[in-house]
């Protein structure tokens, strides 16, 4: 199932400044992320980042600050 809105989503991610390429939050070794897609329960860059992907994808994005927070 690919996912699109009113998808219910589970995800580990990890969380990087990308211009200093440091770790900043990562859900490695804990629960993973739930959210419903489609319903701005994660910033807009990401829920567009990760549209269409399936169980088992892998993705990297770099977002923009006006994608961001």
Do not use: C, R, W
């Not at 990890?14 to 070794?29: F, M, P, Q, V, W």
């Not at 629960?31 to 567009?48: R, S, T």
Request: glycine share 10%; hydrophobic share 40%.
């Amino acid at each position: 199932m690919k996912i699109a809105k009113d998808t219910v989503v589970q995800l580990h991610y990890k969380l990087y400044d990308h211009e200093a390429n440091t770790l900043i939050e990562s859900t490695a070794g804990g629960d993973p992320v739930a959210y419903l897609q489609g319903h701005n329960n994660m910033i807009a860059g990401f829920e567009k980042g990760v549209a269409g992907l399936e169980a088992g994808d892998s993705k990297e994005l770099v977002l923009a600050p006006e994608d961001a927070y």
